[in-house]
């Protein structure tokens, strides 16, 4: 077994530091970061305080004070368990004139970090994704609800010159806080913005998809120093004395093995991964850590904001907002934003493309300037008007358009089945065979991959990603129309209803909704890559770009909280959602669709046997034949959310 290190954990200074490094500027706008850089230290001063929450634990905060009194600041608050540095009332943080936040700063808004509880310099006891508590009757009852209105409460009564209206906003990690700072019920917060929000680690979010452990996320994130503890408050990040090789993950995971085996490698220090190992199923520990539960009487004004190709909190952002909808009165205020963006890439200089993908503007630029000031201008300062802003606003990938909905998903959108046929074909007619399959071979010891590149950390750039390494192998199955005589446009979830046979008790299935560029395709303009193709470029014709990619373990397609085997060869359904889609089939291209039983190492591998998948094994891993049916009584499709006229 090979010894493992992160010597810096990729996922976690990522996150840590996303509001830093997402938004570095090219090298045209340094001169004018610089005097941002300057008018900022001369226009703020900079205090760092401990705010005593109610059980009298205190917790870290730095504040970003105007030096104008001629008129009361609105304030603007971000919790996070990513540190609130740099440290030193000297030190400023330089998100401030490196990011959008400078805008905000020329509003001169009151700019609050905060470490949460048990994290950097707080005091206290972190505890992950806390669960909110509906039920609080003494000062010892806390949460994270409370500590934000405990720091509200302080900070409006405290501060000089603040108007006594507070906005939070936080991107994923913090976006969960953000979530509960909703649930606070101060009166003086006014409106908040979950961004990417960690929602639901069980479901979809960052380290389980339907079930399914995202172990490379998962590990480099928790192992790689974020899940160590803390004994008092520090400056200083942990760090991992795991030694690992860190040149390629696809053979690095796969010589690791088991999921047991990362357990060893770990120890008995990382207490939430040993949850993750306690907690296989959806059970109670679960439900109270999924702050859809909970959000019945949200009071501020709210506006979710994603990616739509966020490899990491993509399903947050739309479910989130779903179950607000849901759960207070049409009349609260609650939109959406969904654009083309990687994790945070809303919060950047550069909105324009995700690797090979081009999206036609800076849909970054946009956002801010269009949506998320004038949201805060409004609700903090009274200013502008807000009142045409779309119930849902969400970029039309394909059409490289933003789209205005009075509703998500869009009215005019209808439920629209796509069968799996023969001839690796699609058909929007059911196929009429008697009996009808297509055929795989699922050997865990020679995993699909989830990408064709060679790297160790996760690469964010998989979300739409070419396909074609996958078709060309024999354990993925593909189905394609023929090319398309008019455009298809696609608004809403995707279910996988796939009719199945296995000759193992448990399989996973991924399911991958994929645009074929024509085979002539161009982009004008294209972005020089190095070593790809003539001239630099990538060669775009018949490009498979991924649109929607998600994992389903088969073992819970009835339950996720009480998994079954399956009866070896005996048909069964296995129905499943993929997170919401915005896009279009141009006229020209081909849709296609790609099913396999392996996602690796973005997914664990599942042994195909109805074992614990955390304590089995690597004896355990065995192959499974896999039948994907298509006839007339079993007709596997793809029901899609396609927008009629």
């Keep these: 077994m090979p010894k493992f290190i992160p010597k810096t954990n990729h996922i976690m200074l990522r996150k840590t530091f996303l509001l830093i490094f997402l938004l570095l500027p090219v090298l045209v706008f340094a001169q004018v970061n610089s005097q941002d850089s300057a008018w900022i230290r001369e226009n703020y001063t900079k205090k760092e305080i401990y705010i005593t929450m109610r059980d009298g634990v205190k917790l870290f905060t730095s504040i970003y004070i105007p030096k104008d009194t ?63 508590n509906p039920d609080k009757k003494t000062i010892k009852d806390i949460d994270e609800a409370s500590d934000t209105y405990d720091a509200i409460d302080w900070l409006v009564k405290n501060l000089p ?16 806080y953000s979530t509960m ?31 399914v452990f995202f172990v490379m996320d998962g590990f480099s994130f928790y192992a790689g120093g974020f899940g160590y503890p803390r004994p008092k408050p520090t400056m200083v990040g942990s760090r991992s004395n795991l030694e690992i090789p860190t040149n390629d993950n696809y053979q690095t995971y796969l010589q690791i093995g088991a999921m047991k085996n990362f357990m060893k490698l770990t120890g008995d220090s990382l207490s939430f991964w040993k949850d993750l190992y306690a907690h296989p199923n959806r059970d109670a520990w679960w439900e109270a850590r999924n702050p ?93 008007d807000i009142s045409k802003l779309s119930e849902a606003t969400v970029f039309m990938g394909g059409e490289n358009e933003w789209k205005h909905y009075d509703q998500w998903p869009p009215v005019n959108t209808q439920p629209t ?49 070419d396909q074609r390494f996958a078709s ?21 979830v995707i279910t996988a209803d796939l009719k199945v046979s296995l000759s193992t008790t448990d399989a996973d299935f991924v399911v991958k909704i994929i645009d074929v560029f024509p085979d002539d395709f161009k982009y004008a303009g294209a972005v020089p890559q190095p070593n790809r193709g003539v001239g630099g470029t990538y060669p775009m014709g018949g490009y ?8 389903m373990r088969g073992r819970y397609r009835n339950s996720f909280s009480n998994p079954e085997p399956f009866k070896p060869n005996k048909v069964e359904t296995v129905k499943f959602n993929l997170p919401d889609v915005s896009y279009t089939f141009k006229k020209g291209h081909r849709l296609m669709i ?30 499974s034949t896999i039948k994907v049916f298509h006839d007339a009584v079993n007709a596997s499709n793809i029901i899609l959310p396609v927008i009629k006229d």
């Design 70 to 132: 001629t008129e009361k600041h609105p304030i603007l608050m971000t919790r996070t368990p990513y540190s609130c540095a740099p440290y030193g009332e000297q030190n400023f943080s330089a998100r401030l004139w490196m990011s959008h936040y400078r805008y905000y700063a020329r509003e001169n808004y009151i700019f609050v970090t905060q470490d949460v509880r048990g994290r950097w310099m707080s005091e206290g006891e972190f505890v992950d994704v806390r669960p909110f």
């Design 161 to 176: 010159y603040n108007n006594g209206n507070v906005g939070v906003m936080g991107i994923s990690y913090p976006g969960f």
């Design 181 to 211: 700072a909703a649930l606070s019920g101060h009166p003086a917060l006014k409106a908040v913005s979950p961004q990417a929000p960690v929602t639901d680690w069980f479901q979809g979010d960052d380290f389980h998809h339907n079930g």
């Design 292 to 384: 859809r539960n909970f959000v019945s009487d949200v009071k501020p004004a709210m506006l979710e904001v994603g990616g739509l190709f966020d490899a990491e909190d993509c399903f947050g952002a739309w479910n989130l907002y779903k179950a607000i909808e849901k759960k207070n009165p049409s009349s609260h205020f609650n939109k959406l934003v969904m654009g083309p963006w990687y994790h945070g890439q809303w919060a950047s200089t550069d909105g324009t493309h995700l690797g090979n993908i081009q999206f036609g503007t800076n849909t970054s630029f946009w956002y801010q300037n269009n949506i998320e000031i004038p949201f805060f201008n409004y609700y903090l300062k009274g200013k502008g």
């Design 417 to 465: 089945a796509i069968y799996l046929d023969d001839n690796n074909s699609l058909s929007w007619n059911a196929p009429k065979a008697k009996y009808s399959f297509s055929e795989y071979i699922s050997d865990p010891a020679h995993p699909v991959p989830y990408t064709q590149d060679i790297h160790f950390y996760r690469t964010r750039e998989y979300m739409d990603d």
């Design 472 to 492: 060309r192998r024999t354990d993925v199955l593909t189905f394609q129309t023929g090319v398309l005589d008019q455009d298809l446009s696609l608004a809403g």
């Design 544 to 551: 498979q770009m991924l649109v929607r990619g998600e994992i």
């Design 594 to 623: 790609q099913v396999q039983s392996s996602w690796f190492p973005l997914a664990d591998r599942n042994p195909q046997q109805f074992v614990n998948i955390y304590e089995c094994d690597d004896k355990d891993f065995i192959k």
